[in-house]
Nanobody, 116 residues
Framework: QVQLVESGGGLVQAGGSLRLSCAAS????????MGWYRQAPGNQREFVARITSGGSSNYADSVKGRFTISRDSAKNTVYLQMNSLKPEDTAVFYCNARLRGFIDRWGQGTQVTVSS
């Protein structure tokens, strides 16, 4: 089993920055990639960014150039640096770990609120 614990959410003004962290524990050797998704009220959960075990990353168009995903393999932790935040970025952000066999594990979510 893989457990994920997110941290770093909060309230920030538009144009500000936040960094989210997601620490993985358990059977971390089974993780092939980790990513971030978000869900705003009334909306479906949507993809934000992903980074593979090899270090390749990809982003949703809505966050390209503003968000950066990174990882610290020694700490089994992935980060999401969010800059130039907009009110429309307000959502619950979820950490995702994709395991071998395309099995997904999710964190509990962390609230990000961007005020205008």
């Amino acid at each position: 089993q893989v457990q994920l614990v997110e941290s770093g959410g909060g309230l920030v003004q538009a144009g500000g920055s936040l960094r989210l962290s997601c620490a993985a524990s358990g059977s971390v050797s089974s993780i092939t990639s980790m990513g971030w998704y978000r869900q705003a009220p009334g909306n479906q959960r949507e993809f934000v960014a992903r980074i593979t075990s090899g270090g390749s990353s990809n982003y949703a168009d809505s966050v390209k150039g503003r968000f950066t995903i990174s990882r610290d393999s020694a700490k089994n932790t992935v980060y999401l640096q969010m800059n130039s935040l907009k009110p429309e970025d307000t959502a619950v952000f979820y950490c995702n770990a994709r395991l071998r066999g395309f099995i997904d594990r999710w964190g509990q979510g962390t609230q990000v609120t961007v005020s205008s």
